[in-house]
């Protein structure tokens, strides 16, 4: 059973960073890794994904330009920097381990999740 644990979330003023970590306990390499996130009464939200190659990735338009997604297959984790962080981005973030190599940005294609690491964004 693979297990996913997120870090490095935490308390961060307006337009300030953060680097979100996923260490997973079996092999990633072949497979998709993604980032969702849920905030308090709202559903959950699809942030960012990379293929198992990191060839390919995509990210939600609300964090665009902002955040990057990267993955070391050496290290079995998956990295999201997030940069110029807004109220708006405060949730708890996961990380999810996809089915296929390829990425996507649907929740449904993801199997295996992390417990969540919170992330507040505010003054």
């Known amino acids: 059973q693979v297990q996913l644990v997120e870090s490095g979330g935490g308390l961060v003023q307006p337009g300030g960073s953060l680097r979100l970590s996923c260490a997973a306990s079996g092999d990633m390499k072949m497979y998709s890794m993604g980032w969702f996130r849920q905030a308090p009464g709202k559903e959950r939200e699809f942030v960012a994904a990379?293929?198992?190659?990191?060839?390919?990735?995509y990210y939600a338009d609300s964090v665009k330009g902002r955040f990057t997604i990267s993955r070391d297959n050496a290290k079995n984790t998956l990295y999201l920097q997030m940069s110029a962080l807004k109220p708006e981005d405060t949730a708890v973030y996961y990380c999810?381990?996809?089915?296929?190599?390829?990425?996507?940005?649907?929740?449904?294609?993801?199997?295996?999740w992390g417990q969540g690491t919170q992330v507040t964004v505010s003054s």
């Open positions: 990379v293929s198992w190659s990191a060839v390919t990735t």
């Open positions: 999810a381990q996809g089915r296929w190599a390829l990425a996507s940005m649907n929740a449904t294609e993801f199997v295996h």
